[in-house]
């Protein structure tokens, strides 16, 4: 099974009092296929005791089954909040980039950030990605930067992090970058917007850059230590 960013469902509907997608928008997990379209859930086979559903559609491209599970439905009313605890879907999509290595030496919010963005990319979601690699940079910055300075706007807490952690040209150079191509998300324009080349480089750039911060320093004193 697979879980879905839930970014990736376009309308929730009230099933038996809890919050149960109606439509998905992703990439078809079966293999000869692949294209992006849209799933219908209609027919929700709901376990009220555990919160719990399973539905499944047919892809519109191959016409090949998809089964769709839900896992802590939100109950209608009750909060507002209409997301369960997870969403998933089987067979496993081949997807198109698979998360990094080493997520849990990363704080937690930012790596769901991270998540989320390799998600969306994997439902090519382009522009979306962007914001999202945007916002994991975001959480980066205000991680790092200290208590008075965390009210700052994105790029000054860029040009602020040298000042607080030791970073080369390059990474300079790189946070620069990714703070650009989350503008092009966040931002509506006709002339400029992200596509599948922008968004594969932001992940790989926010990788890049989680890696230097979090995994490289462990697993370099991990050696050191051994040496």
């Known amino acids: 099974m697979y879980t879905l960013p839930f970014e990736a469902v376009t309308e929730w509907v009230n099933r038996n009092y809890f919050w149960l997608p109606r439509s998905v928008d992703f990439i078809c997990p079966h293999s000869e296929c692949g294209r992006k379209v849209n799933f219908a859930l209609d027919n929700w086979q709901h376990h009220t005791l555990v919160r719990s559903a399973v539905a499944i559609a047919t892809c519109p491209g191959c016409h090949k089954e998809v089964s769709f599970f839900v896992i802590g439905?939100?109950?209608?009313?009750?909060?507002?909040?209409?997301?369960?605890?997870?969403?998933?879907?089987?067979?496993?999509?081949?997807?198109?980039?698979?998360?990094?290595?080493?997520?849990?030496?990363?704080?937690?919010?930012?790596?769901?950030?991270?998540?989320?963005?390799?998600?969306v990319f994997n439902a090519r979601e382009w522009n979306a990605t962007a914001m999202l690699v945007g916002r994991a940079l975001e959480g980066l910055a205000k991680h790092l930067m200290p208590e008075d300075k965390k009210h700052l706007s994105l790029a000054q807490m860029l040009a602020e992090m040298p000042t607080t952690i030791d970073l080369t040209e390059t990474l300079k150079t790189l946070t620069d970058g990714l703070r650009k191509g989350r503008n092009l998300g966040a931002h509506f324009d006709l002339q400029k917007e992200a596509d599948e080349e922008v968004a594969r480089m932001m992940i790989e750039f926010i990788e890049y850059f989680l890696e230097y911060l979090y995994i490289l320093p462990r697993e370099v004193k991990e050696l050191h230590d051994r040496l």
Do not use: W
């Open 73 to 119: 439905a939100a109950k209608f009313g009750d909060t507002g909040r209409k997301e369960c605890e997870e969403l998933c879907m089987h067979p496993t999509p081949k997807l198109h980039h698979r998360p990094m290595r080493g997520l849990d030496n990363i704080p937690e919010p930012i790596a769901r950030a991270y998540i989320s963005a390799v998600n």
